[in-house]
């Protein structure tokens, strides 16, 4: 199994990123996926999750109305659509399937001025 993110990179407050995860060498088109992150001093924190057949986006209270996560199964790529960056969204993205528990390598994101 493969994950493959990509997209991180600095950024100003305000600004966005899009953020994608390529996956391989397993069915995509039948697990849902999901997007975590680990900031500095912190946690693990689920960010956004999303069902095989693209449906009931869940988003962390957060990030809510600013991320949007969506998915092209043809392409076999989830992607996370990050607007209105604050500094606390800071921290390394993960991709992940949670029902194989399979992540990625992860991608370094910073919001600062």
């Known amino acids: 199994v493969q994950l493959v993110e990509s997209g991180g990179g600095l950024a100003q407050p305000g600004g966005s990123l899009r953020l994608s995860c390529a996956a391989s060498e397993f069915t995509f088109n039948n697990y849902a996926m999901g997007w975590a992150r680990q900031g500095p001093r912190k946690g693990l924190e689920w960010v956004s999750g999303l069902y095989s057949d693209g449906s009931d986006p869940y988003y962390a209270d957060a990030v809510k109305g600013r991320f949007t996560i969506s998915r092209d199964n043809a392409k076999n790529t989830v992607y996370l659509h990050m607007n209105s960056l604050e500094p606390e969204d800071t921290a390394v993205y993960y991709c992940?399937?949670?029902?194989?528990?399979?992540w990625g390598q992860g991608t370094q994101v910073t919001v600062s001025s």
């Open positions: 992940n399937v949670p029902t194989l528990n399979y």
